[in-house]
C-alpha cells in the first residue's frame, strides 16, 4: 500500500520556520524523486522543491530559493522527505503537499505519480 504522509505543519508568525515531514512507504522510493507542492485557497497548485532520488540535486521555486532547503534520508524502507522553512511568510500560506515522481526532478504537478493528502501550513502578520 502506497502511503506518502506529511506532518509537521501548524501556525506560525512571519519570519518564523517550521519543518515539514513526509513518511513515503509501499514502493521504493529511494528511486523517486520527491517533491513539494503547495496549494492556497481559490489558487492552482504550485511547485515549490524538488530533490532528485541521490539527494546530490534539489531545485527551487524562486518565490522560495534561499528560505526553503528540502532534503530526504533513504536509509530505511520508509523514505523521508524534509521541507525546511525559514523566514516564512503570510503568502507561504497554503496547504502543503509531498509527491514522489519516477523521472527526475519535475516542476509539474503531471509529472508525479503518488500524492500525500496534505498539511495545512498557516502564516500569521
Known amino acids: 500500500q502506497v502511503q506518502l504522509v506529511e506532518s509537521g505543519g501548524g501556525l506560525v508568525q512571519a519570519g518564523g520556520s517550521l519543518r515539514l515531514s513526509c513518511a513515503a512507504s509501499?514502493?521504493?522510493?529511494?528511486?523517486?524523486?520527491m517533491g513539494w507542492f503547495r496549494q492556497a485557497p481559490g489558487k492552482e497548485r504550485e511547485f515549490v522543491a524538488a530533490i532528485s532520488w541521490s539527494g546530490s540535486r534539489t531545485y527551487y521555486a524562486d518565490s522560495v530559493k534561499g528560505r526553503f532547503t528540502i532534503s530526504r534520508d533513504n536509509a530505511k524502507n520508509t523514505v523521508m522527505v524534509y521541507l525546511q522553512m525559514n523566514s516564512l511568510k503570510p503568502e507561504d500560506t497554503a496547504v502543503y503537499y509531498c509527491?514522489?515522481?519516477?523521472?527526475?526532478?519535475?516542476?509539474?504537478?503531471?509529472?508525479?505519480?503518488?500524492w500525500g493528502q496534505g498539511t495545512q501550513v498557516t502564516v500569521s502578520s
Open positions: 509501499g514502493r521504493t522510493f529511494r528511486n523517486y524523486a
Open positions: 509527491a514522489a515522481a519516477r523521472d527526475d526532478i519535475r516542476t509539474s504537478a503531471r509529472s508525479y505519480d503518488y
